[in-house]
């Protein structure tokens, strides 16, 4: 459903280009969608920045894709320091 949705607004891009904006959010939504495992909005996702990037290091140390040293920060208060809404700069730059 996701991907029809980019799709969708994809497709409306030559008519208005305001819809790369809207595809470009859609497929945020997705990708956090895929590396949480559940739906999310995005308001909710600024509650799960900071325990899922605790969490994701903790998997990427255990399939040897990061440095065990990682392990030695405190990742919950780093994880706090993230700000999800620069995600929405990102989608800016990509969709102009």
Excluded: C
């Excluded at 607004?9 to 595809?23: N, T, W």
């Excluded at 900071?50 to 903790?58: N, P």
């Excluded at 065990?68 to 706090?80: A, E, I, T």
């Amino acid at each position: 459903m996701a991907a029809a949705n980019i799709m969708a607004a994809r497709s409306l891009l030559e008519k208005d280009p305001q819809y790369a904006f809207a595809a470009a959010r859609l497929l945020l939504l997705a990708l956090y969608q895929e590396a949480l495992g559940h739906p999310v909005s995005f308001e909710r996702m600024k509650a799960e920045y900071a325990a899922y990037f605790a969490q994701y290091i903790h998997k990427a140390v255990d399939l040897d894709l990061l440095s065990p040293d990682l392990l030695q920060f405190d990742l919950k208060l780093l994880g706090h320091y993230l700000k999800p809404k620069r995600d929405m700069i990102y989608l800016l730059i990509k969709s102009e």
